[in-house]
């Protein structure tokens, strides 16, 4: 009997099958969550000027004092800036954002001055604040703005703007190919015979994938026939990632393996340590890589968080890093856990600071109402001790 793998190995073997795709050019208003694949380097020097950062007039520190007394030259605005030569003792009124000409070295803001004409009177009490931002304090041509491979967000993309940078080069987005099986399945809305199941899985990874911002297609739904799964696999093997849905598992009607395998199928891995989750395979499809999930809903969506998720994310050009987990307080007791590790549906809140998490009593996998209302999954590792209330576990939030 081949041994079940675990979570991280299998995970780690799934991601070794997967390259990132192919790079493209974008523009920035469409790069948003994109990921980059080469470097930001700043194109220019942010501020380019020494900028008044309040409103108020622009000196020389050195001419500062309470009571001192400064003509007005001229006036720097922002878009208009001052061009003329400021001598001692003069002073230009100045607005933010304005370019403070050389060489003025501080911004007395306009509250604490008294203006006579075309004088100012430094009041008492100055504020000490220079309110001067200098050139480059943002940023220095040269610099590196941005790391690669990264998901860039709209922080990212305004940078990218107050460089000047117009274009991006991107990965392409995936596309990721979904195709579920079984002759007891139809689509929502259809008619539903005796012993008919509405299919599912698909339509909720469809949604996981274009959450993680790759494009997904649906295919027909493929029923259990040898020469049906091996034409819907063909065609799903034209994507970056075909994944299927259900017929893994070793029944009389779980042809998906032998009818893949006829067509080139190789297979790496199957069967995990894992609950729910177990019947999990996966391997490359005429160069395509293939995982062929469990039919069982809950299950189907489960390994789509665990291994779908980083398979898309290292596709996609970025490192495909297992699911972040958190700690959190248990509010309830749990038994003994199996030799399997299990990903339980549970409900988390806030309280007083604390994050407490209580696992669904029932963890029946098929159940996809609990899932759709559990707004994260406890992590118990394979053959854990029982657990009490106020005991530390780990949660993976949905």
């Known amino acids: 009997m081949t041994p079940m793998l675990s979570v991280t190995e299998a995970r780690a073997r799934i991601l070794a099958l997967m390259a990132p795709v192919g790079r493209e050019v974008v523009p920035i208003t469409d790069a948003v969550n994109r990921v980059i694949a080469e470097p930001i380097t700043a194109l220019r020097t942010q501020p380019p ?6 409103d108020g007039y622009a000196v020389r520190a050195s001419e500062v004092s309470p009571g001192a007394s400064l003509t007005i030259t001229g006036e ?38 008294t203006r006579e004409g ?34 860039l967000t709209p922080e990212n993309i305004a ?29 929502p809305g259809a008619h539903t015979p005796d012993g008919a199941i509405i299919s599912s899985n698909n339509f909720g990874l469809r949604a996981l994938i274009e959450a993680l911002h790759a494009s997904a297609e649906i295919l027909p739904i493929a029923a259990d026939d040898t020469a049906t799964l091996q034409r819907l696999g063909r065609e799903g093997a034209q994507s970056d990632l ?30 995990i340590a894992m609950r729910p989750g177990k019947p999990l395979m996966a391997g490359m499809l005429g160069g395509t890589p293939m995982l062929g999930l469990p039919g069982n809903p809950v299950s189907s969506m489960v390994c789509g968080r665990i291994f779908m ?47 407490l998490c209580t696992p669904f009593d029932s963890q029946d996998s098929s159940r996809l109402a609990l899932l759709s209302e559990a707004n994260a999954l406890a992590m118990r590792p394979a053959d854990e001790n029982p657990r009490k209330a106020g005991d530390p576990i780990q949660i993976l939030i949905l």
């Open 118 to 151: 075309n004088r100012i009177i430094l009041n008492d009490n100055l504020d000490p604040g220079p309110y001067l931002r200098r050139a480059g304090l943002d940023f220095n041509a040269g610099d590196t703005l941005l790391t690669a491979p990264r998901r």
């Open 309 to 355: 998720a980083p398979a898309i994310d290292r596709l996609a050009g970025l490192a495909g890093d297992a699911p972040t987990l958190q700690t959190a307080t248990l509010t309830v007791d749990l038994p003994r856990n199996g030799p399997r590790e299990h990903y339980m549906r549970a409900c988390c809140q806030s309280r007083n600071g604390t994050l």
């Open 159 to 187: 940078l990218l703007a107050a460089n000047g940078t117009p274009f991006v080069t991107v990965h392409r987005k995936p596309r990721v190919t979904l195709l579920a099986t079984g002759d007891e399945l139809v689509l």
């Open 242 to 271: 075909f994944v299927t849905l259900g017929g893994a598992s070793v029944g009389d009607h779980d042809l998906i393996r032998p009818a893949l395998k006829e067509i080139g199928l190789e297979l790496d891995l199957y069967k």
């Open 76 to 113: 720097s605005a922002a878009g208009h800036p001052f061009n003329g030569a400021v001598p001692p003792g003069h002073c230009i009124r100045i607005f933010t954002g304005a370019p403070a000409p050389e060489p003025l070295d501080r911004i007395i803001i306009q509250e604490d001055v």
């Open 49 to 54: 000027f020494n900028a008044s950062a309040m």
